[in-house]
């Protein structure tokens, strides 16, 4: 799923404005937010087209939250879409939300097998 033109442009005037307001260096909010400076330089200039792990990192450290992407609901089964809402509704928009929901689901895959 991609992000529309409008979701990146808003995103990237919003990062823009954090690190600004924030006073941070490239150097900086790099250590903060674990990603190389080279990196946090491209993003924070506007050169990405995905909401990429690194872009996450970047506004979870400037405190921006970053826009769900809501997937193509026609061609997706309506009991799938609804597994997805739910699972969106406890996600904290973080890769250690992410991974804490799928660590929970896979623990409830293995108790499906075990008890079959």
């Given at each position: 799923m991609k992000p529309t033109?409008?979701?990146l442009d808003d995103l990237k005037a919003?990062?823009?404005?954090?690190?600004?307001?924030k006073g941070l260096s490239y150097a900086e909010l790099g250590?903060?937010?674990?990603?190389?400076?080279?990196?946090?330089s491209r993003i924070c200039e506007g050169h990405f087209k995905t909401f990429s792990h690194n872009v996450v990192q970047v506004c979870k450290?400037?405190?921006?939250?970053?826009?769900?992407?809501e997937p193509q609901q026609s061609s997706m089964a309506p009991e799938w879409a609804q597994a997805m809402s739910s699972m969106r509704k406890i996600w904290d928009?973080?890769?250690?939300?992410?991974?804490?929901?799928?660590?929970?689901?896979?623990?409830?895959a293995d108790l499906k097998v075990r008890a079959n």
């Open positions: 033109i409008k979701q919003k990062i823009v404005a954090a690190r600004a307001e250590r903060i937010s674990l990603v190389h400076p080279s990196q946090v450290a400037l405190e921006i939250r970053v826009p769900r992407l928009d973080t890769p250690e939300g992410a991974q804490v929901i799928s660590r929970m689901l896979d623990a409830i």
